[in-house]
Antibody, heavy 121, light 107 residues
Framework: QVQLQESGPGLVKPSGTLSVTCAVS?????????WSWVRQPPGKGLEWIGE???????NYNPSLKSRVTMSIDESKNQFSLRLSSVTAADTAVYYC??????????????WGQGTLVTVSS | DIQMTQSPSSLSASVGDRVTITCRAS??????LNWYQQKPGKAPKLLIH???SLQGGVPSRFSGSGSGSDFTFTISSLQPEDFATYYC?????????FGQGTKVEIK
């Protein structure tokens, strides 16, 4: 079955750019699915960041849109998130997840295990 | 954005109890509603999609119902492994949004 694995820097300086990658195994990133990023600040709830299709089409959360860039590398079967101008408020566990749409009602499954990114000098 | 409001935010229950969580959307979302379970330090896990469809491999003590703007999630007989935080999520329109979570604790 499809499995997702995030990798990231762990620590990013304020005003810098956060970069996280999600490696997909057990299936092709070129399948008919959207690939998403969701984050969770420590002790808080879940926030959808955005999603990307293998064609490169993207949808971003308007609250983050000006700072977010997503990309996909079909040759490596992975996709990536870049978040610019980070502040302490961007400290969170960043999850990647597949958005499944088999019959029109989408859901997130599976999820990666998450990677904690801390913004601090 | 569609706002999702869960209640209660937390609850204490005993093994064997019936537990019910409600989720209300700020507008009608038909049946575009999913439920996830999250245990400490772990990623969310899909339990129910499309309001009432049980994900494969999920025990039948979990169930969901509702449509429009009001939804219910039920655990018919709480088991020790069910102590976790539960989130609803709407998939009617982007940005996809989640409820604030309901933490189910041991009484």
């Amino acid at each position: 079955q499809v499995q997702l694995q995030e990798s990231g820097p762990g620590l990013v300086k304020p005003s810098g750019t956060l970069s996280v990658t999600c490696a997909v195994s057990g299936g092709s990133i070129s399948s008919s699915n959207w690939w998403s990023w969701v984050r969770q600040p420590p002790g808080k709830g879940l926030e959808w960041i955005g999603e990307i299709y293998h064609s490169g089409s993207t949808n971003y959360n308007p609250s983050l849109k000006s700072r977010v860039t997503m990309s996909i590398d079909e040759s490596k079967n992975q996709f990536s998130l870049r978040l610019s101008s980070v502040t302490a408020a961007d400290t969170a566990v960043y999850y990647c997840a597949r958005l499944v749409l088999p019959g029109g009602i989408p859901w997130f499954d599976p999820w990666g295990q998450g990677t904690l990114v801390t913004v601090s000098s | 954005d569609i706002q999702m409001t869960q209640s209660p935010s937390s609850l204490s229950a005993s093994v064997g109890d019936r537990v019910t969580i409600t989720c209300r959307a700020s507008q009608s979302i038909s049946r575009y509603l999913n439920w996830y379970q999250q245990k400490p330090g772990k990623a969310p896990k899909l339990l129910i999609h499309a309001a009432s469809s049980l994900q494969g491999g999920v025990p039948s003590r979990f169930s969901g119902s509702g449509s429009g703007s009001d939804f219910t999630f039920t655990i018919s007989s709480l088991q020790p492994e069910d102590f976790a935080t539960y989130y609803c999520q709407q998939s009617y329109s982007t940005p996809w949004t989640f409820g604030q979570g309901t933490k189910v604790e041991i009484k």
